[in-house]
């Protein structure tokens, strides 16, 4: 994102066919220049807890290569 007037990227992925919707965004603080990554992952119900665990591990992953962990 070359252009300062970027602060946010938006990512959806969708697929009816097999009922899958996932929204991601990435989204730097004005002030602080910080970085957030926001996952929204809509899954089957009673598989919250196994789909959080999926995705905390996806991003502590992404944190060690990144250097941040």
């Given at each position: 994102?070359?252009?300062?007037?970027?602060?946010?990227?938006n990512i959806?992925?969708?697929?009816?066919?097999?009922?899958l919707?996932?929204?991601?965004?990435?989204?730097?603080d004005?002030i602080t220049e910080?970085l957030?990554?926001?996952?929204?992952d809509?899954?089957?119900?009673?598989?919250?807890?196994e789909?959080a665990?999926?995705?905390?591990?996806?991003?502590?992953?992404?944190?060690?290569?990144?250097?941040?962990?």
């Open positions: 994102m070359s252009d300062k007037n970027h602060k946010n990227l959806i992925l969708r697929n009816e066919k097999i009922n919707y996932i929204e991601m965004t990435i989204t730097i004005d910080d957030a990554l926001n996952i929204t809509f899954c089957e119900e009673g598989d919250e807890e789909n665990m999926y995705w905390e591990n996806l991003i502590e992953n992404l944190r060690i290569k990144l250097g941040a962990a």
